[in-house]
């Protein structure tokens, strides 16, 4: 048991483990396999972390997130293990972070995460039906060690030790209606819903190139902001004038997510993508500039006593 004073602050900062309250489950399409696929999303232990249970074509696998196990290679993030892979896992995590869901059980038949409405809003929404359930034990952390950054023809990932999690992100599409954009959110389950309706977008012509390729079979005006040189296809537009670059944090968020606990830090993101949000977390925790915090933190960046610390659940990719 936390001494009683250590157990009053972990509850006042929200800094306690959570997981959810009671099952729940949804189905849609796959983005790229535009087959039916099946989510549900169970109630999990003190000190799991986030468990994938992946299921596709009768074979079964439990995949632990990490850096290691995921391909970005593709416009999404896919989780990997022993051949079973579950795509397009990013917006499910970015909401699962968002909502500072630290321990569930998420189980997926059809080979990728549902794409739903191309937004993490209606993750947001199953998981406030499921209900947050706050489990007592102190949250557990990954902090960077010292400033870290990563840059790649034009593209840039910088971050400094700091409490919380904090993204300044900009990006650029000269010659589009995208434009310059460029937004600071400071993580916590009331701003992330800033982030979590916007959509997943793309120009027409990366989805003819990639229907050739077969994939986006799934993608349409329904789970994307499609656009051409003159504008938005979509015809109910934007759901904000700057939904290009809130969509991008959100992936962000979910591509930070692929730790065994929460990461901390400020983050000042340039024109990033999965690709790189990956390789910037493989080289930070190579190079141990990302490292599981030795002791619980609270908001205010106070360091807290906490419990014995556990072993980091291996990585299984
Ligand atoms: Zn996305």
Request: one cysteine or more; a positive charge.
């Given at each position: 048991?936390?001494?009683?004073?250590?157990?009053?602050?972990?509850?006042?900062?929200?800094?306690?483990?959570?997981?959810?309250?009671?099952?729940?489950?949804?189905?849609?399409?796959?983005?790229?396999?535009?087959?039916?696929?099946r989510?549900?999303?169970?109630?999990?232990?003190?000190?799991?972390?986030?468990?994938?249970?992946?299921?596709?074509?009768?074979?079964?696998?439990?995949?632990?997130?990490?850096?290691?196990?995921?391909?970005?290679?593709?416009?999404?993030?896919?989780?990997?293990?022993?051949?079973?892979?579950?795509?397009?896992?990013?917006?499910?995590?970015?909401a699962?972070?968002?909502?500072?869901?630290?321990?569930?059980?998420?189980?997926?038949?059809?080979?990728?995460?549902?794409?739903?409405?191309?937004?993490?809003?209606?993750?947001?929404?199953?998981?406030?039906?499921?209900?947050?359930?706050?489990?007592?034990?102190?949250?557990?952390?990954?902090?960077?060690?010292?400033?870290?950054?990563?840059?790649?023809?034009?593209?840039?990932?910088?971050?400094?030790?700091?409490?919380?999690?904090?993204?300044?992100?900009?990006?650029?599409?000269?010659?589009?209606?995208?434009?310059?954009q460029?937004?600071?959110?400071?993580?916590?389950?009331?701003?992330?819903?800033?982030?979590?309706?916007?959509?997943?977008?793309?120009?027409?012509?990366?989805?003819?190139?990639?229907?050739?390729?077969?994939?986006?079979?799934?993608?349409?005006?329904?789970?994307?902001?499609?656009?051409?040189?003159?504008?938005v296809?979509?015809p109910?537009?934007?759901?904000?004038?700057?939904?290009?670059?809130?969509?991008?944090?959100?992936?962000?968020?979910?591509?930070?997510?692929?730790?065994?606990?929460?990461?901390?830090?400020?983050?000042?993101v340039?024109?990033?993508?999965?690709?790189?949000?990956?390789?910037?977390?493989?080289?930070?925790?190579?190079?141990?500039?990302?490292?599981?915090?030795?002791?619980?933190?609270?908001?205010?960046?106070?360091r807290?006593?906490?419990?014995?610390?556990?072993?980091?659940?291996?990585?299984?990719?």
């Amino acid at each position: 048991m936390l001494p009683a004073q250590v157990d009053n602050e972990v509850r006042r900062n929200g800094m306690q483990q959570t997981t959810i309250r009671r099952r729940v489950q949804c189905a849609g399409i796959g983005l790229h396999s535009g087959e039916s696929v099946r989510l549900v999303l169970r109630p999990a232990a003190v000190d799991t972390g986030i468990l994938f249970h992946a299921k596709t074509a009768g074979r079964a696998r439990t995949i632990i997130p990490c850096p290691e196990a995921v391909d970005a290679s593709g416009l999404a993030s896919t989780l990997v293990r022993d051949g079973v892979s579950v795509g397009t896992v990013e917006h499910l995590l970015a909401a699962l972070r968002g909502l500072g869901i630290d321990n569930i059980h998420v189980d997926i038949e059809g080979g990728e995460a549902p794409i739903l409405d191309g937004s993490a809003a209606p993750f947001a929404d199953l998981l406030e039906e499921a209900g947050l359930w706050p489990q007592g034990a102190p949250r557990r952390v990954f902090r960077l060690t010292r400033p870290f950054s990563l840059a790649r023809g034009g593209k840039s990932i910088t971050a400094v030790p700091g409490p919380g999690f904090l993204v300044d992100y900009s990006i650029d599409f000269p010659r589009t209606c995208i434009g310059r954009q460029r937004l600071v959110l400071d993580l916590t389950p009331e701003t992330f819903r800033q982030v979590a309706g916007a959509r997943t977008f793309g120009f027409a012509r990366e989805v003819e190139a990639l229907r050739a390729r077969g994939l986006a079979r799934g993608g349409s005006l329904d789970n994307a902001v499609v656009l051409n040189d003159e504008g938005v296809l979509n015809p109910e537009g934007l759901r904000a004038p700057d939904e290009f670059v809130r969509h991008k944090i959100l992936d962000f968020i979910g591509d930070m997510a692929v730790l065994p606990f929460p990461l901390t830090g400020r983050f000042t993101v340039v024109c990033s993508g999965h690709s790189l949000n990956n390789e910037f977390l493989r080289l930070a925790l190579r190079e141990r500039a990302v490292a599981p915090s030795a002791q619980a933190v609270s908001a205010s960046g106070r360091r807290l006593p906490s419990p014995p610390l556990l072993p980091v659940p291996a990585c299984a990719g």
